[in-house]
């Protein structure tokens, strides 16, 4: 990822040329790349977007790369609504964060469901003012789905005596 960051001319995006960024969003970004945990951050009011590597298979194919350096709004339309008010309450102070919570995502083409424990957390700058968001991310798709899928299995199996007929 960070030779995708290398590569973008960030002059044309809103947080503007790379000379001119704050040491916190340069801080921020060292913490990102780094991680093993799937990760991104939303810089400045338009909320303009950078991931590490982990965070990739969350983007899919429909996404990546082009999400580097896209304003959130733009790289999320189908869950804006879910997530903007979450932002929102980083930008008043807030840590906020949801487990196993579903977003109908799209990653491949096509919309699919998907859960996800994440969190948002404010990043202050020089001034002291929230300039951006930290979010971290874990896909938990598999097992609250298989979990779905075993209380089925046990309410099949719990009604199978008093079936009259398959």
């Not at 930008?91 to 196993?100: F, I, L, M, Y």
Request: include cysteine.
């Amino acid at each position: 990822m960070g030779a995708l960051m290398r590569s973008i001319d960030w002059s044309r995006t809103p947080v503007g040329p790379v000379e001119r960024w704050p040491q916190s969003l340069k801080t921020a970004l060292s913490i990102l790349l780094t991680q093993r945990t799937a990760c991104f951050i939303f810089w400045g009011p338009e909320h303009v977007q950078f991931y590490n590597d982990a965070y990739r298979p969350i983007l899919g194919t429909q996404k990546h790369p082009a999400a580097m350096g896209q304003r959130g709004v733009e790289c999320w339309p189908e869950i804006w609504e879910i997530i903007e008010p979450m932002l929102e309450a980083v930008h008043a102070g807030e840590s906020t964060g949801v487990n196993d919570g579903l977003l109908v995502i799209d990653r491949h083409g096509y919309l699919e469901e998907g859960y996800y424990n994440y969190t948002f957390s404010p990043i202050r700058d020089e001034s002291g003012a929230i300039g951006g968001v930290f979010c971290v991310v874990y896909d938990t798709t598999q097992r609250v789905i298989g979990e779905r899928r075993l209380r089925t299995l046990r309410d099949l199996a719990a009604h199978g005596s008093t079936a009259k007929t398959a």
